[in-house]
């Protein structure tokens, strides 16, 4: 499976940008999907995730900001993020996991991410 995640860009404190990851295949319905950033000089943290059995999570930094959704096929992730601030910069990738496996492990190779960039 390969992952493509697209929507990143330029934005000023305050905008709001929709990402996108393209599935080249429907993802394992028990998997958990889930958006990470890369931001500069920090490790890659998971920010939001979703999955049929525990819903959504959301890391504290992006709770009330930051929403993920996905299409009935498992084919498409959306993370719809407002409220944007500096802090949210970084290089966006999806992923997903097995059920019961460590939060920092992935299931498919990692893309190239997609850049947001959010200015004061």
């Known amino acids: 499976v390969q992952l493509q995640a697209s929507g990143g860009g330029l934005v000023k404190a305050g905008g709001s940008l929709r990402l996108s990851c393209a599935a080249s295949?429907?993802?394992?319905?028990?998997?958990?999907t889930g958006w990470y950033r890369q931001s500069p000089g920090k490790q890659r943290e998971l920010v939001a995730s979703?999955?049929?059995?525990?819903?959504?999570n959301y890391a504290d930094s992006v709770k009330g900001r930051f929403a993920i959704s996905r299409n009935k096929a498992k084919t498409t992730v959306y993370l719809q993020m407002n409220s944007l601030q500096p802090e949210d910069t970084g290089t966006y990738y999806c992923?997903?996991?097995?059920?019961?496996?460590?939060?920092?492990?992935?299931?498919?190779?990692w893309g190239q991410g997609t850049q947001v960039t959010v200015s004061s």
């Open positions: 979703i999955s049929s059995s525990l819903g959504t």
């Open positions: 992923n997903a996991r097995g059920p019961g496996w460590p939060i920092t492990s992935a299931r498919y190779p």
């Open positions: 295949r429907s993802l394992f319905s028990s998997d958990i």
